[in-house]
Every structure is written in C-alpha cells, then in structure tokens.
C-alpha cells in the first residue's frame, strides 16, 4: 500500500500506485515513469526553503522505492536524478532536478535502441526466437534486427499468471512477424523449433545471475539442456551495484488473487474463506537464473558473459550506494 506522506504531490502518489498495481509494469517503464514523476514533483513543490524542496524529493523517492522491491531500475532511477539536484536556492534545485530526470528519461531511450543494435548482431534471417513475458530491452533487439531486413519468427510464452506475452504477441504482430503463442508448461517441448531464446532482465546481480519474471530460470535449464543460446537484453540500468556487497535481491510475492479467485479458491478448499483453510497460493513475480545458464547479457555498452558482468558493474557504479534517497 502506496503511503500518502503530506509533502509528497498527488501526481507521484498516483504513479506509485500505478507501478505498485502493475498498470505501470517493465523494469524500463517503472524507471522511465520514476524519473517522470521526481520532475513533476519538482515542479509543482511550494517549498520556500531548499532544504524543505529538498526533504519532498527524498520523500517522494521513498514513496516510488517502496512500490516493487526487485527491478533496480526503479532505485537506480532514483539515484541518478537525486543525485543531480543541485544548487542554493530553492530555483536552483528544481531547475537541476528537472533537468536531470529528462537527461536519465533520453539516455534511458537511448541505451535500450544502442542495446537493441548489440543485440540484433546475434540474430541471423529466418532466426526462431522463444521469449518470455514482456521485456522492451528484448523487443529492441527484435526490432533492430527487422529495421537490418532480417526476418523472424517468435515462440512466445504466455506467461502466467499476469500473461504479459500477449503484449509482446501483440508487438510482434504489429511487426508482421509470425507468432506461436504457447502455454508455459509447452516451453521444453517447443525449443526444439527455437534458435535462440531471448529475455528481459529486473535485476542482474555482480555473479551474473539474472533476476527475471518467474519461469526465466526453468526456461534457461531447459534451453541450455537443448543447446539452445539464453540471450538477456539488459541496459546498464538493471545492474544491482548493492550485489557487489553481498546483499541479495528481494524476490516480490504478489497477491493470491493473481493466481486464483476467491470462487476458485471456493472451489478447491470447502472451508474457503477460514484463515486455516488449507490453501497457500505462493504468487513469486521473479526467479533467479544461475550464470551458468546464460549464453549472453547484451547492454548498451556490449555484450558480456555474465561472469563478466561484475567489471561493468564496477566501472558504472563503483562501491558508494546507500539508499536512493539518502543524501
Ligand atoms: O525493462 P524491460 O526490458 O521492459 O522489462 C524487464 C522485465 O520487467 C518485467 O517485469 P514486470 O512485468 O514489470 O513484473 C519482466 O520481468 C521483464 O522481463
């Protein structure tokens, strides 16, 4: 539950219920929307004093970090514009804030086309490629390689339980490239016909594991066990530096009522409805795919091995992280 905190605009409110119910959804999105919303915090602030203006941007920030716990995108957002709030005046600090969050929104548009680029290099005419949910890093590359006149034929999951692989079907399609919808559970049985399998990423921590919407991981094990390539498209902005210290990425459990309604959960526990019915409706948003199941994590800057990745990382955030609204 979104906490309404006086100082913090309406307009931010709303946007971190929009991302915290998922009608805003996508590590990119979430951050893009973020940013958006610091800007807009900063422009309508009555603060007089800039330690006041200041003290709403934190807060603010806090209200956005506290909607969805895994994709970094979301803090790293709120890092990067924070920390280009500058100036003594309160003048000075909206300026710069504003500023600095329409700077991430163009260099985060910019990353995922150059990212979409790297890519597409992967991706050879008549390519099948299997995906899984919907991930706009992926779908750069499937784009950039279209735009190369390379045609392609998708395998794309469906994604339970929100089945967010309609929308990259419907993306797809709208690129006139042909499309099999299968279930989840279909996955193994239809790599067989796949060339590469291609992914999104939430979160990829400093061993290079990539933290993905639940089913990456098994999807990976099987793909690898078919010699099929497991591709992750992930700007630099998925990197989680506070992996290179040990801390480990929060796995979001979302609600019941994603996975069963209240007649179906009627349905299988007669009891329904008691607390102690029975019935425990694990809902996990993400999993965890180990390094050794990944072929290649394309960014802007390149592709990696993921056992590699850490070297980016290092160079990108370097060791002082701390909470995205400490100052
Ligand atoms: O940033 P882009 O590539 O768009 O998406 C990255 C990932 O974010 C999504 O999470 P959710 O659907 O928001 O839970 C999916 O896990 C997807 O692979």
Redesign the pocket.
């Known amino acids: 539950m979104v906490s309404r905190q006086s100082d913090v605009d309406p307009a931010v409110i709303e946007t971190a219920e929009d991302i915290e119910a ?1 009608r805003i ?6 951050a893009d929307a973020a940013a958006e919303a610091l800007a807009t915090q900063a422009k309508r602030s009555a603060a007089t004093e800039p330690d006041a203006f200041e003290r709403q941007l934190r807060a603010a920030a806090k209200t956005l970090y506290e909607t ?1 716990p895994t ?1 970094v ?1 979301l803090p790293n957002a709120l890092r990067y514009v924070l920390r280009g709030m500058d100036g003594e005046t309160v003048s000075d600090r909206r300026a710069t804030t504003i500023a600095r969050a329409e700077e991430f929104q163009r260099e985060l548009a910019q990353a995922q086309t150059t990212l979409g680029t790297i890519g597409s290099n992967r991706l050879c005419d008549g390519d099948v490629v299997m995906t ?7 779908l750069a590359c499937l784009e950039a390689a279209l735009e190369d006149g390379k045609s392609l034929e998708a395998i794309v999951k469906e994604t339970r339980p ?1 089945k ?1 692989g309609h929308i990259t079907a419907r993306q797809l399609r709208e690129w006139d490239v042909p499309v099999t919808l299968i279930v989840d559970n279909a996955a193994r049985r239809s790599l067989d016909e796949a060339d590469h399998v291609l ?4 979160s990829i921590a400093a061993d290079g594991s990539v933290i ?2 639940i089913g ?1 991981s098994g999807l990976a094990v099987n793909a690898r066990e078919r010699g099929v390539p497991v591709m992750v ?3 630099t902005i ?1 990197l989680h530096p506070d992996t290179m210290t040990g801390h480990t990425v929060e796995i979001e459990m979302r609600d019941d009522a994603e996975v069963l309604s209240e007649e179906q959960r009627a349905d299988i526990a007669s009891d329904a409805g008691d607390a102690d019915d029975g019935l425990v409706v694990e809902n996990p ?2 999993d965890v795919t180990p390094p050794r199941y990944v072929d290649a994590i394309v960014t802007e800057r390149g592709q990696f091995p993921p056992e590699s990745i850490v070297t980016l990382m290092r160079d990108l955030f370097g060791d002082a992280i701390g909470e995205p609204w400490e100052p």
């Open positions: 998922m959804r996508g590590a990119a999105t979430i969805r994709a995108s899984h949910c919907h991930s706009t890093d992926a929100r967010q992914v999104g990423a939430d993905n919407k990456t498209a992930a700007q998925k948003a993400f």
